[in-house]
């Protein structure tokens, strides 16, 4: 919806965002509805993607993701008409792109990370992630085992153990303690 809630901007067909520079019956194009009219305004009319509206906070200006240049970016549609690319990604896709509330900033996903647009200025950068509450690798199993040995076997090294307990082969440190 529009700031002021008096339209709807959308992709009436349904989006095929999964193929790349899909050509065909299926590709999206922006199109506003005007609540109180319920007319239908095609704001793109583009052979390939032209997808993701969403709302600048003026309520006149549009973003959306297209590939109209050979590769997916950010464009912008001014109160005008007029239409311009606000990214220049050659590579990779821009997917699930979403506007800030004030308008100033869009996210997206691409790459395998997030990234970030300033509207004004048009720079992007990717976001660092930082995994917290989850080791960033499996954490060795430990076990005190004190009987049914079968087979032990020292590392030509001194510095590691391999033994069989209970059926099972086993590897640790030889250092006491079992680091």
Known sequence: YSPDGKQLAFNRKGQVYWRKYYRGSYATDVTVMHLATKKFTDLTDFDGLDSWPMWGRDGQTLFFVSDRTGSENVWRRDPTGNTAALTTFTTGRVLWPSISSDGAVIAFEREFGI?????????????????????????????????????????????????????????????????
């Open 115 to 179: 990234w970030t647009l300033d509207v004004a200025s048009g720079s992007t950068r990717t976001l660092a992630i930082t995994r917290r509450g989850a080791p960033a690798a499996r954490e060795p199993e430990r076990q005190r085992l004190t009987r049914e040995f079968s087979s032990l076997a020292l590392s030509p090294d001194g510095k590691k153990v391999a033994f069989v307990a209970r059926g099972d082969i086993y590897a640790a440190s030889a250092r006491d303690g079992g680091d």
